[in-house]
């Protein structure tokens, strides 16, 4: 899916993955009001870290994976794992099984929350063509964005890799909860 931001970005991400987000965050809070109504909000707050873990796991591994593309370069989140590709650092974008960069000084970046192709021997359905000749859009919007910007003064600049810190710091939230519930639970 791709869905527009502010100014002249556009951001891809799996709407599987934000689907899959939503039904965990419905289970876990279903299970959360279920076990206060049943045992008390004292106790329940007691399990509540370990059942937060399920939307958590369910965002990292299929939701939180995206690639934001703007006139300077383009962002590329896997999992907890973030670049930052200027395109004048990037020497080719192609799709494989999934869409790569590929970079002047480093290896290749693949991009898990991008389009992919289908696998050999798979049945192509209309709907599937429709999604393969979206995908194939997405690639050649990258390469126009690609080879416009690469020349721009924006553009310049080193490729950076950084730690998603907003989810790294939730789920130390959550293990501290689920750290101190447990000693609670065992007093």
Request: proline fraction near 5%; glycine fraction near 10%.
């Amino acid at each position: 899916m791709v869905s527009p931001a502010p100014g002249n970005r556009y951001v891809i991400r799996s709407i599987g993955g934000l689907i899959a987000t939503g039904v965990a965050v419905l289970i876990a809070a279903y299970f959360i009001i279920d076990a206060g109504l049943r045992a008390g909000w004292g106790t329940t707050m007691l399990w509540v870290p370990w059942i937060l873990l399920l939307p958590w796991v369910t965002y990292v591994a299929m939701a939180s994976s995206t690639i934001a593309v703007d006139d300077d370069g383009a962002t590329v989140q896997n999992l907890l794992r973030r670049y930052r590709m200027p395109w004048a650092r990037v020497t080719d974008v192609e799709m494989r099984m999934q869409l790569t960069f590929h970079l002047d000084s480093r290896k290749p970046v693949v991009c898990m929350g991008g389009p992919s192709v289908a696998r050999p021997g798979q049945q192509v359905t209309r709907m599937g063509k429709q999604k393969q000749e979206n995908g194939e859009a997405t690639v050649q919007g990258l390469l126009q964005r690609w080879s416009a910007g690469r020349h721009r003064d924006g553009a310049q600049g080193p490729v950076t890799a950084s730690w998603d810190w907003l989810l790294i710091g939730s789920l130390a939230l959550i293990l501290v909860w689920a750290a101190v519930a447990t000693l609670l639970a065992n007093a």
